[in-house]
């Protein structure tokens, strides 16, 4: 059984502040993907990372996925409150045939104005 | 933007009663999949279905689960005899058939499934 674990659980940071958020596994995965989750909604796609050691940016938000495949993490600049929600990382192992997402557990962050 | 969406949003249902739930996938999608999330949890892998048929599926999809895409858009879940513990969020998912490249799956807004 693939395990994904987040840290940290809970961040709860100032408007304008930095902050990393880690996923990391002893598996090996085809590709990661990170979403963002509301309470009570579907989890929403923010960006599949596929090769080891690619970095991708979306805005203020820059996800990198580790050398061996086996970790990520998702770096935020200049924080704002919108940014507040549940972080989740998922992988796959499709490239082994699998294609049924794993998660961890979450990242719960709350950006203070 | 296409969207994946799913029906009812919330079921209320007695212990033993069967519960279908429904999805429609992303229109040019290929797989489909289940997860559910119980409360408080992290989001699980029920099944996956490609050309009609179960490619993969969970611990949790026992004999009491069942999926079916009785047309060319719906796609649904069937749970036979609900117990207390199958209370949780469901939800379906879809990805494009892409060949070498990472199988992005996109989530619809999910099913809150109560069983009394």
């Known amino acids: 059984t693939q395990l994904l674990e987040q840290s940290p659980q809970f961040l709860s940071i100032q408007e304008g502040e930095n902050l990393t958020v880690y996923c990391n596994s002893s598996?090996?995965?085809?590709?990661l993907q990170w979403y963002r989750q509301e309470p009570g909604e579907g989890p929403v796609l923010l960006v599949t990372?596929?090769?080891?050691?690619e970095v991708k940016k979306l805005k203020r938000l820059t996800f990198q996925f580790g050398d061996a495949r086996k970790d990520s993490s998702l770096h935020i600049t200049a924080a704002q409150p919108g940014d507040t929600g549940l972080y989740l990382c998922?992988?796959?192992?499709?490239?082994?045939?699998?294609?049924?997402?794993?998660f961890g557990k979450g990242t719960k962050l709350s950006v203070i104005p | 933007e296409p969207e994946v969406t799913q029906t009812p949003s919330h079921q209320v249902t007695q212990m033993g009663q069967e519960v279908i739930l429904r999805c429609v996938p992303i229109?040019?999608?290929?797989?489909f999949y289940w997860y559910r999330q119980i409360l408080g949890q992290k989001v699980e892998f029920l099944v996956s279905?490609?050309?009609?048929?179960?490619?993969?599926k969970s611990e949790i999809f026992d004999d009491q689960f069942s999926v079916e895409r009785p047309d060319g858009s719906n796609f649904t879940l069937k749970i036979r005899s609900t117990k207390l513990e199958d209370s949780a969020m469901y939800f379906c998912a879809s990805s494009e058939w892409s060949a070498g490249s990472s199988y992005e799956q996109y989530f619809g807004p999910g099913t809150r499934l109560t069983v009394t």
């Open positions: 279905f490609y050309n009609n048929e179960i490619s993969e």
């Open positions: 598996s090996v995965f085809s590709s």
């Open positions: 229109s040019n999608h290929l797989y």
């Open positions: 998922a992988g796959d192992q499709s490239g082994a045939g699998s294609y049924q997402l794993t």
């Open positions: 990372v596929v090769t080891g050691g």
